[in-house]
């Protein structure tokens, strides 16, 4: 896959803090890395680095191979910026506005009235056509930015908590957006803290804490726990304190967790294994409703790399 951002060692100081410590990675084409980290762990401040908006106090971003500093004409038409909060022309309409992007990237009318068109349409905002800016809710006027930063169809995709100010159906109708544009061959950086839509849509996360990373991998990987066991929950019929002594008497059951009629604990991953439990289980005059394996999630893997918080 070609590589359409690289980071090279950047670091970011303000005077004795530093923000960002010595980040380095590749994304390539189809790639969405999932930023995750608590408040002041460095994310914006790489995101605004990464698109040429801040100058790092060393180390160097690239966009198709070329440096974001000095090839600005790199930047501005194949890299999109998404800040959290973004600034627009309030008095404008969010049709005039979004005219106001397209024709800043030199696009023609016609190109205009067509990919407007289709930005309104997939982030459900067709009848907010002749609505102010200033009218308009906070998730509304995500849904504006994000039309405005993929309008001129970037390669590389920087989103800043974009997630944050939609409600349950916006966030499912951009995770179907984030995937069509991935599946499209752009790059993206996606920071959120509502970690169960990353774990949706990207395909590599960093965990970072004080500007450095604690932990990259490809989504698969990092849900990945010990290959030997793995988490199961057990419910039963009616509550009996003598379960969870039935469970905690056999061997290999580790970290049990009881709360009422409902189980969990970490067994042997072995599907043969699983089954020999649960027949034993049955055979000793446990009435299991229900015995499945638990997937981890990527809270889970977030909150094992030792970060305190979620932003």
Not at 66 to 79: F, Q, T, Y
Not at 122 to 135: F, G, H, S, V
Not at 196 to 213: P, Q
Not at 246 to 261: F, H, Q, S
Request: glycine share 6%.
């Amino acid at each position: 896959m070609e590589t359409l951002l690289t980071a090279n060692d950047i670091r970011v100081e303000f005077d004795t803090l530093v923000a960002v410590c010595d980040i380095s990675f590749d994304l390539s084409a189809g790639q969405l890395l999932g930023l995750v980290g608590p408040n002041g762990a460095g994310k914006t401040t790489l995101l605004r680095v990464l698109a040429g908006l801040h100058v790092p106090t060393r180390g160097s971003a690239e966009i198709l191979g070329k440096p974001v500093l000095g090839a600005h004409d790199i930047v501005r038409h194949h890299v999109g910026f998404a800040p959290d909060t973004p600034p627009a022309y309030e008095e404008l309409t969010v049709d005039q506005f979004l005219q106001f992007i397209a024709g800043s990237y030199w696009l023609d009318r016609s190109e205009s009235a067509e990919r407007i068109d289709f930005w309104l349409e997939q982030l459900w905002l067709t009848d907010k056509r002749e609505a102010k800016i200033k009218t308009l809710s906070r998730g509304m006027r995500q849904r504006v930015t994000l039309a405005r930063t993929f309008i001129p169809r970037p390669h590389v995709l920087l989103l800043d908590e974009p997630l944050s100010g939609l409600d349950p159906a916006g966030r499912v109708q951009l995770r179907g957006v984030l995937q069509m544009l991935r599946q499209q061959g752009c790059a993206m950086i996606v920071s959120s803290h509502i970690l169960a839509d990353l774990e949706e849509v990207a395909s590599h996360v960093a965990i970072i804490e004080h500007g450095s990373v604690l932990q990259w991998s490809d989504t698969a990987s990092l849900r990945q726990e010990d290959t030997h066991r793995r988490v199961y929950e057990l419910t039963t019929l009616e509550h009996d304190p003598a379960h969870r002594d039935r469970l905690e008497a056999i061997a290999g059951v580790t970290n049990l967790d009881a709360n009422t009629r409902v189980y969990r604990f970490e067994y042997n991953s072995a599907d043969a294994e699983a089954a020999k439990l649960l027949q034993g289980l049955v055979a000793s005059g446990m009435t299991v409703v229900a015995f499945r394996p638990i997937k981890t999630t990527l809270e889970d893997a977030y909150l094992k790399a030792g970060v305190k918080q979620v932003d």
